[in-house]
């Protein structure tokens, strides 16, 4: 029901109440009929039912099937080897198992506590209320408030459930968190005859806002889970989390590696088979265990436990960036967004009220400075700028505190921007109140729509006034200009109409000031009549600084800016082209006018909006394909927050429903930091690209090996074991190395990675099999020639070979860098970690041949022995050709796509 657009009878006799409140009898009816005022939760996920999610991944899950394939495969070389130890054949299944285990242990992050967003969004209900019961004040539970209780409204409560006002004074109610709506709204009675968004239905109050001016009375209409809060809530649990694009693209690159490892084995196994004697178990054994041997060399161990790595390391960097990563996954998405649905308030703008210029003594002057630092200048000087000023200080609830070295303002943000203005002229709020304190004062209502205060100031009696500029004026009739007094004629009172419009057409709040000398006959009701005016002051939440620079940098990355607020449209019209934020400007209500699907890609900015418009705003841009990052801070952002590909959260001025919402939450509340954690992603995004191609690459020569070792009846049959040991040993550094690869200095000057773009296009495959065809005919020429050489010693062989796919895997590593950069260009030592990570895993690698040596039955079980140096200088020849043909390619010009 619209309760907005009902007249209080009708509601009353909806709920069977009166202004006296419930009967106790009829409350626990309603209290039957309507459930208790909380919110519910739908489900809860356990900590466990992620762990175990984490399993479930596409590359995982083939490794798992490699671990079981393994673990048989061990149990049957086991069975003909009767002497030997049943571990020692399961080597290769608990290395799989180990990886898939700590892969596991890594990825499970936080997002349980994205569940938790119920949970606290019942925190911003209140404990207790006051209501009417029988015509009595009763204190009661929260959660016992049923629809027809009448609540008593008193200044700084929280509301504890959707009511309609049936009375109120000088009512004003916080609603930045529901609504958007940077100022508190002050709240009325009239009853409105047309749909209206939250914000302004002025005659309700709503669950979870705070009144901060104020009192009055109002019935019960919406508890639980139908109030505005609890829609929220209901949309939040009803949003569905999806994979980030990375997790898209790794799950099809994991099930096509699974497709073609099958292929592959079933046909190397075929192949094996009728090339010998079918009828020999032993043989057919041996065949089937070179088939999984190739499994295992197709499959990149490495690469979910190297991904989470580099996702993990990604994390670490952007906190130094100000933006905290709740999901690890969204690392990577920030790298792929195409359009920032950004809230106004907070984030593109201070979320403070600053006087941003004054008009007095017939002068309009700009005062620079933004925010609650009292820093700034006054573009000029007049006699009676003073006199001004101190009216705004004077006539003022609110003061400027210090804590931290960050300034804010206790009290109304509108007082607050006329103490700060005030302080930047060196007028102090404590001291002018001891020098001029208040005698007696008129408050603000919602009918004069005027304060005034009394003071004594050089022993006579003033009244300072200010409030809206065209009822203010209409009680003046004088005016001061350059410390003379005047009669306010009509051409001079058009002038500062005119004034107060062109200050009002740029989105400034504006308000008029005025005095008056009171004699001892002076009534308190004549106080505001017959007043001399001074000026106005025009107040805006100004953009952040560096705001405008960071949208100038998005547009060069190709990135769409939208503002999405519920303030009014001409603020943010006004602060949209200030920031260069292009499209034209809608109100929330057009939406359902309007076809979204096609006028979506022309708006730049949504005002006045509902939280149920915002998840139609990002639904219609995820429709056309983009990826999209959405920010907030308020309660009413969060079901957006949760629909976007990327969930931007507030951590200073955000609610703890937004930030359990999100996947990322910004420190410093600022736009700028957004922008610089596109950059950051795009880079990580880059850096996965790398070790996946230098992952693959190497793992298809592997298989080449593998399959073409059999293919020409070469003697070099690398075992399981050997593959591994490359593979998640020696590999994992180097590719784990390459995620803190420095990022490309024209990262910010690509357009967005499409979404359906794979992870390896045309260009990388080719690369990759180049790599596997020149690793293939060095491993199994250094075999030949070490067989001959050492006159038929197969293990001898066998090293030397083993050694030589995996230094040609040291340094195809440099190749992964760059596809079309010079890798002298690049700097070999221009990625400290990823050198140091080379040298460590040819040591270890040294470290493994040298234990051969001292331990000769550990040597002949692994099927590998020493090496000379000679040995390692021939290797190293051969190894060092994946980098010089791929230098001399570079070198001629090749281009790859996207590379």
């Not at 006087?355 to 000029?380: H, L, R």
């Not at 009171?518 to 106080?527: E, F, H, N, P």
């Amino acid at each position: 029901m619209d309760y907005y657009k009902k007249d209080i009878k009708e509601i009353y006799k909806e709920f069977s109440t009166s202004k006296e409140g419930l009967s106790a009898k009829k409350a626990q009816e309603n209290f039957e009929k309507y459930g208790p005022n909380e919110l519910k939760q739908k489900k809860k996920i356990s900590p466990w039912k992620i762990f175990f999610g984490q399993f479930t991944d596409p590359m995982v899950v083939v490794l798992i099937i490699a671990a079981i394939i393994s673990v048989i495969i061990g149990y049957i070389e086991y069975t003909h080897n009767p002497g030997s130890s049943l571990l020692s054949h399961q080597f290769e299944a608990i290395l799989i198992i180990v990886i898939i285990v700590v892969n596991a242990i890594i990825g499970f992050k936080q997002e349980y506590s994205a569940e938790k967003a119920i949970e606290a969004l019942k925190k911003l209900a209140s404990l207790k209320s006051v209501v009417l019961r029988d015509g009595k004040k009763v204190k009661i539970d929260s959660k016992d408030i049923v629809p027809g209780d009448i609540l008593v409204l008193e200044e700084g409560e929280k509301i504890p459930a959707d009511s309609r006002i049936i009375s109120l004074v000088n009512l004003k109610c916080e609603e930045a968190a529901l609504t958007g709506e940077s100022l508190p709204v002050e709240k009325e009675l009239k009853i409105y005859n047309k749909d209206l968004g939250v914000g302004d239905r002025k005659n309700m109050i709503f669950s979870g806002t705070i009144i901060t001016q104020g009192k009055g009375l109002a019935v019960v209409v919406k508890t639980g889970m139908l109030t505005e809060i609890g829609k929220i809530a209901d949309m939040i649990q009803s949003t569905e989390d999806g994979e980030t694009p990375l997790q898209k693209k790794l799950a099809v690159l994991g099930k096509k590696l699974g497709l073609i490892t099958l292929g592959i084995c079933i046909a190397v196994f075929i192949l094996g088979v009728f090339k010998g004697n079918i009828q020999d178990i032993d043989y057919v054994l041996n065949v089937f265990l070179r088939a999984v041997s190739l499994a295992v060399a197709a499959i990149p161990e490495g690469l979910p436990i190297v991904v989470t790595i580099a996702l993990s390391l990604g994390v670490g960097r952007m906190i130094k960036r100000n933006a905290l990563i709740r999901n690890l996954p969204s690392v990577e998405t920030l790298g792929s967004t195409t359009v920032i649905c950004s809230d106004k308030t907070g984030t593109l703008t201070h979320n403070q009220m600053t006087v941003k210029k004054v008009y007095v003594d017939g002068k309009t002057i700009d005062v620079n400075g933004a925010g609650y630092e009292p820093e700034g200048t006054f573009s000029d000087e007049t006699k009676d700028m003073g006199l001004l000023l101190r009216i705004g200080l004077l006539n003022n609830d609110s003061k400027l505190v210090i804590e931290k070295k960050k300034y804010s303002v206790i009290g109304d943000p509108t007082e607050g921007a006329l103490v700060v203005s005030a302080a930047k002229k060196g007028l102090d709020k404590e001291e002018i109140d001891k020098k001029y304190p208040r005698l007696d004062e008129l408050p603000f209502d919602s009918t004069r729509k005027m304060m005034t205060t009394i003071h004594n100031i050089s022993s006579k009696k003033y009244g300072y006034t200010k409030g809206a500029p065209d009822i203010l004026l209409k009680n003046c009739d004088r005016i001061i200009i350059d410390g003379k007094v005047k009669k306010l004629d009509s051409k001079t009172r058009k002038q500062v109409m005119d004034k107060n419009l062109e200050l009002s057409s740029e989105a400034l709040r504006v308000l008029g000031f005025a005095y008056k000398e009171l004699t001892a006959k002076t009534k308190k009701s004549d106080y505001e009549e017959n007043m001399i005016f001074v000026g106005l002051q025009g107040m805006i939440d100004p953009p952040r600084s560096e705001v405008k620079d960071a949208i100038a940098k998005r547009k060069s990355a190709s990135i769409k800016v939208i503002m999405i607020t519920g303030d009014y449209i001409g603020t943010a019209k006004a602060i949209a082209t200030e920031l260069g934020i292009e499209g034209k400007a809608i109100l929330g209500e057009e939406l359902k006018n309007i076809d979204l699907a096609k006028e979506v890609e022309n708006i730049g900015v949504y005002a006045r909006v509902n939280p149920e418009d915002k998840m139609l705003i990002v639904e219609a841009l995820q429709n056309k394909g983009h990826v999209v990052a959405m920010t907030g801070d308020g309660v009413n952002d969060a079901p957006a927050l949760k629909k976007a590909d990327m969930g931007i959260s507030m951590g200073i001025t955000g609610t703890d429903v937004a930030k359990e919402a999100s996947d990322m939450i910004l420190t410093d509340d600022n736009f700028a930091s957004i922008v610089n954690a596109v950059e950051e992603g795009r880079g990580i995004f880059d850096n996965i690209m790398k070790f996946i191609l230098y992952l693959l690459s190497s793992n298809i020569g592997e298989v080449f090996v593998v399959f073409f070792g059999m293919i020409f009846n070469s003697g070099f049959a690398i075992s399981a074991f050997q593959l591994l040991w490359i593979n998640v040993v020696t590999d994992g550094l180097p590719a784990t190395a390459l995620s803190v690869d420095p990022i490309d200095d024209d990262v910010m000057t690509r357009k967005p990675r499409k979404m359906k773009s794979g992870v390896l296009n045309r260009f990388k495959m080719w690369f990759m099999v180049s790599i596997g065809v020149i690793m293939m005919i060095g491993v199994l020429g250094i075999y030949e020639y070490s067989f001959k050489a050492s006159a038929g010693n197969q293990v001898y062989a066998t090293t030397m070979a083993f050694t030589t796919l995996m230094m040609f895997q040291m340094f195809n590593v440099f190749n992964c860098r760059s596809l079309v950069k010079s890798t002298f260009k690049v700097g070999i030592f221009s990625n400290m970690h990823l050198v140091k990570a080379v040298i460590f895993s040819i040591t270890t690698h040294v470290g493994l041949l040298f234990v051969t040596k001292i331990f000769p039955a550990f040597g002949e079980s692994i099927g590998i022995t020493i090496l000379s140096l000679m040995d390692w200088l021939i290797v190293s020849a051969v190894a060092s050709t994946v980098v010089i043909v791929w230098e001399i390619l570079k070198g001629v010009g090749i281009k790859g796509h996207n590379a």
